[in-house]
Nanobody, 123 residues
């Protein structure tokens, strides 16, 4: 069992930045790939970025590539989503998720989820 707790959401400005953090705990959580997903109003949950268990391989969705970065610290058991150049389209609830070993872009392949953190971008 892996427990995930997101933090760092809130109100951001267009063109500004926000930093989301996901704290993982539980059995062998450092052996899990971690993903960030988001769900905007009336939209399906979509993949944003992910990092494999060793932190060496990352995958970033094309619409946020160059603006968002993902990193992990297996000593602190945290995963960071750093978001720059925010736009109103980034407004969503952001979820952290975990699955064994390697990143997947499919939400259904993640057995563990955090409760989500709201990000609202306004001008």
């Amino acid at each position: 069992q892996v427990q995930l707790v997101e933090s760092g959401g809130g109100l951001g400005q267009v063109g500004g930045s926000l930093r989301l953090s996901c704290a993982a705990s539980g059995r062998a959580s450092s052996n899990y790939a971690m993903g960030w997903f988001r769900q905007g109003p009336g939209k399906d949950r979509e993949f944003v970025a992910g990092v494999n268990w060793n932190g060496g391989d990352t995958d970033v969705e094309e619409s946020v590539k160059g603006r968002f970065t993902i990193s992990r610290d297996n000593v602190k058991n945290t995963v960071i989503l750093q978001m720059y150049s925010l736009t109103p389209e980034d407004t969503a609830v952001y979820y952290c998720a975990a699955r064994p070993a390697v990143v997947s872009r499919t939400p259904g392949q993640y057995p563990y989820w955090g409760q989500g953190t709201q990000v609202t971008v306004s001008s």
